[in-house]
């Protein structure tokens, strides 16, 4: 079965992944619809929020394969999204390859040459650091946030969940920002390596070969590889560490995983995942004192990085890295600013710390339904 939930388009056309995973259904892509409208309008740019996806595994499936439920699911797609009506981009098992058959796809049916996805190759169109940008933003979050309450990110050790392209940009930016990342995680296990994380094997494994954990494993004589022994394991959130960063899929850290993390001392959880963290966990820690970041504000800086490619795309130019990148840092920094002003806000009135998920649920809402109500009911 294949979805394309439109939530909001008070502030700019329709914005976000299409994700293609065994799990996927209806109401899962409506959450994250909904949480895509109040991160997209956090970014500071023109977009709305929407969602797609399938429950299509590409999981052991040829290029051949992949590329031809691509072409099926698009022949339903293309007459709902557009330039300035909607613009998907990947997501969980949607990469750079999946978003090339989509756009070739579009292009055939509808005729036109537009900046319809991104994510795209850079060869036609595609943005420099989009690849990196969810992670890479999320890290420039997590160092304003530090550097605001005077702690050093350098030396810190990192726990990062998850093995596809916001792991890597998190584990990558965190490693040349001085930490130690000395985790991933699969659906099936996790690795961990005291002397930190390969970045570019990392790479190598995931996006090359298309291959599994044990992969990185056995290419990497430090890495101890850990299978997933039942439902309980804690598997990442059992290695203690200042910095965790669950960004692999939602729900992956729970009551008992937080517990964990608080007795190992970790200073703060930084969602690079869409609601990695269930609401019983996000209680624990924060009433715990650690400094906890919600996706929609830590991991906005993909989806802000997408408004970048739109941008070069409509003005038909190509931005150079240092362009992207600054723009990113600039955007994640304001991010941190603007959700922080929200949360003072909010703790005045009610009492206690600042409280990030309020402030990012605060910012985000007000601008959207100012949007909203300006344009009158229709
Ligand atoms: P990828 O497909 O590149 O990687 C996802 C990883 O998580 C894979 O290793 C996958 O393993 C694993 N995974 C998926 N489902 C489960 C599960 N149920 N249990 C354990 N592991 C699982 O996706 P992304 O890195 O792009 O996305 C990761 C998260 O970040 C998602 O929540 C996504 O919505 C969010 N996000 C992504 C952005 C982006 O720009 N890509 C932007 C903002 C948020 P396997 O494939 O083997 O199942
Ligand atoms: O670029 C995007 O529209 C996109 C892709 C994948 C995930 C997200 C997200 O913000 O969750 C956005």
């Known amino acids: 079965m294949g979805y394309r939930v439109q939530h909001n388009n008070a502030i700019g056309p329709y ?18 619809a909904f949480e895509q409208t109040f991160k997209n309008s956090l970014t500071t740019l023109p977009m709305g929020g929407g969602k797609g996806g399938s429950d299509f595994s590409p999981r052991g499936k040829s290029n051949s394969e992949v590329m031809r439920f691509v072409q099926a699911f698009m022949l339903e797609l293309w007459r709902h999204i557009g330039p300035e009506t909607d613009v998907p981009a990947g997501d969980i098992g949607v ?6 058959f989509m756009f070739g796809m579009y292009k055939k049916l509808a005729q036109e040459f537009t900046g319809t996805f991104t994510g795209k190759g850079r060869e036609f169109g595609g943005s420099l650091i989009r690849p990196e940008a969810t992670g890479f933003g999320a890290l420039y979050f997590v160092h304003q946030m530090l550097e605001t309450h005077g702690i050093d990110i350098k030396d810190k050790t990192v726990a990062i969940s998850g093995f596809g392209n916001v792991a890597w940009g998190a584990a990558t930016k965190a490693t040349e920002l001085g930490a130690k990342v000395v985790t991933i995680s699969g659906p099936d296990g996790y690795i961990y390596d005291p002397e930190g994380i390969d970045v570019d094997l990392l790479k190598e494994v995931k996006e090359v070969k298309r291959a599994r954990l044990t992969e990185y494993a056995a290419a990497r004589p430090s890495a101890q590889y850990h299978e997933k022994k039942n439902a309980d394991d804690h598997g990442v959130w059992s290695v203690k560490c200042d910095l965790a960063l669950p960004c692999a899929t939602q729900n992956e850290l729970n009551l008992d995983d937080a517990k964990m993390l608080v007795a190992n001392g970790v200073i703060s959880v930084t969602e690079g995942a869409n609601m990695p963290t269930t609401l019983e966990a996000t209680k624990y820690l924060q009433e715990n004192g650690v400094l906890f970041v919600g996706g ?66 605060i910012a985000g809402f007000e601008k959207v339904v100012n949007a909203m109500l300006a344009q009158g009911v229709c």
Do not use: C, P
Request: charged letters at 20%.
């Open 296 to 361: 929609k504000a830590a991991n906005a800086g993909g989806v802000a990085t997408s408004a970048l490619e739109m941008s070069q795309n409509s003005e038909r130019l190509s931005w150079t890295f240092e362009e992207v990148d600054g723009k990113l840092k600039g955007i994640m920094e304001t991010i941190y600013a603007n959700i922080s002003d929200a949360a003072k806000r909010y703790n005045a009135t009610v009492g206690g710390n600042d409280d990030y998920v309020a402030g990012a649920n």
């Open 15 to 32: 914005k976000g992944g299409v994700r293609f995973h065994a799990s996927v259904n209806l109401s899962i892509l409506k959450f994250l």
């Open 95 to 100: 990469g750079g390859r999946e978003v090339g």
